[in-house]
């Protein structure tokens, strides 16, 4: 029992060890970045000259709304290369999902009553009616009574019916 307790303060002095000296690298990169960027700033912004007359000053403005103007036009370039990049990751993306497919996970049969499926379907707060023969309308049965004349011989009905035939006919 103690080796492992040993082991585990072991493991928690060398953790502690890793971390101080990953600390120290990100306190030296940031450093770094820093001095890159005043280097920069310093090779391709230099302080303009304030002093002289007017007319300097404002060639100096102009110069440098020029430089915006420029600065902010590869901004925007760089800014569209880097959405339609973006798209086109996003759609080898979509590519790639079709391609391999969605794997979907094997279901585990349930044995549920239809009251517990729509409950569950459709939240606690609604109760649920299985008994669908409920609100049905009550329709009594009614037997059709033919007149007995009608059943008579069917010859004679054949008859009758010749007879109109003919009095289509000759109109």
């Known amino acids: ?20 000296v990953a600390a120290n690298w990100l306190e030296k990169e940031k450093q770094e970045t820093i001095q890159a960027k005043e280097a920069y700033m310093a090779e391709h912004c230099p302080a303009p000259d304030t002093n002289g007359d007017q007319a300097a000053l404002m060639e100096v403005c102009k110069k440098l709304h020029a430089a915006i103007d420029k600065i902010d036009e590869e ?15 996003e759609d080898l993306k979509i590519k790639v999902v079709d391609l391999v497919g969605v794997k979907k996970p094997a279901l585990k049969k349930v044995r549920m009553s239809a009251d517990a499926m729509l409950k569950a379907l459709l939240g606690s707060k609604h109760t649920v009616n299985m008994d669908l023969r409920a609100n049905l309308k009550q329709v009594k049965k009614e037997t059709k009574e033919e007149p007995t004349e009608a059943v008579g011989d069917w010859r004679k009905n ?8 003919k009095m289509f006919e000759s109109s």
């Open 158 to 165: 054949i008859e009758d019916k010749a007879d109109r035939k």
């Open 75 to 89: 901004r925007y370039d760089i800014e569209a290369k880097v959405q339609k990049a973006e798209k086109e990751i």
């Open 1 to 20: 029992m103690s080796e492992k307790k040993m082991t585990s303060s072991r493991r928690h002095h060398l953790k502690s060890l890793v971390l101080q």
